[in-house]
T-cell receptor, first 114, second 115 residues
Framework: GAGVSQSPSNKVTEKGKDVELRCDPI?????LYWYRQSLGQGLEFLIY????????KSGLPSDRFSAERTGGSVSTLTIQRTQQEDSAVYLC????????????FGPGTRLTVL | QKEVEQNSGPLSVPEGAIASLNCTYS??????FFWYRQYSGKSPELIMS????GDKEDGRFTAQLNKASQYVSLLIRDSQPSDSATYLC???????????????FGKGTKLSVKP
């Protein structure tokens, strides 16, 4: 169907609160990726899913960050006890298969932690 | 060490000129190479992919790949102010077993096209 979608587009939260960010990949895409991009910086890889499993979680910055994917489709990135340094744009991408396939990005969720 | 290196810029070119963006990568076994464009406040969008040595042209864009030198470039002919954006190079890495792994993104080169 349509491209990758993410919600919410913007999220403002208070320090210490938990937040959930959602990603709907392109239909039929088996691989899903989460990245973080701070203002003026490059993409920081967080986690990658192949189907519902996460072979590579190496980019999660701390145990406050977790992600899951259900039904081989929607993914949720959860940040617990948010900190101000978590403020960034969180981007989701999907690809037909894993590995070297083209990744298509969603519009991102801008997270601001006050 | 998986590395994709790009000059951060900014690269400034006059309208109508050719903009040349360069990228080097560390994994000799990489086979897939991509250029993405990212406008300020937007997410990256794919411009071109290239898999074989040589040039690949698409409209005003030409991607050039030299695997021996581990170098990929993007040329933008007749640059327009609307081309002003950050350009990200992405290269796949090779897993220890030799299978093709996921993409590694460079930090991007900021291009400014002056009217």
């Amino acid at each position: 169907g349509a491209g990758v979608s993410q919600s919410p587009s913007n999220k403002v939260t208070e320090k210490g609160k938990d937040v959930e960010l959602r990603c709907d990949p392109i239909s039929g895409h088996t691989a899903l990726y989460w990245y973080r991009q701070s203002l003026g910086q490059g993409l920081e890889f967080l986690i990658y899913f192949q189907g519902n499993s996460a072979p590579d979680k190496s980019g999660l910055p701390s145990d406050r960050f977790s992600a899951e994917r259900t039904g081989g489709s929607v993914s949720t990135l959860t940040i617990q006890r948010t900190q101000q340094e978590d403020s960034a744009v969180y981007l989701c991408a999907s690809s037909m298969t894993s590995g070297a396939d083209t990744q298509y990005f969603g519009p991102g969720t801008r997270l601001t932690v006050l | 060490q998986k590395e994709v290196e790009q000059n951060s810029g900014p690269l400034s070119v006059p309208e109508g000129a050719i903009a040349s963006l360069n990228c080097t990568y560390s994994d000799r076994g990489s086979q897939s190479f991509f250029w993405y464009r990212q406008y300020s406040g937007k997410s990256p969008e794919l411009i071109m992919s290239i898999y074989s040595n040589g040039d690949k042209e698409d409209g005003r864009f030409t991607a050039q790949l030299n695997k021996a030198s581990q170098y990929v470039s993007l040329l933008i002919r007749d640059s327009q102010p609307s081309d002003s954006a950050t350009y990200l190079c992405a290269v796949n890495w090779v897993n220890y077993g030799g299978s093709q792994g996921n993409l590694i993104f460079g930090k991007g080169t900021k291009l400014s096209v002056k009217p």
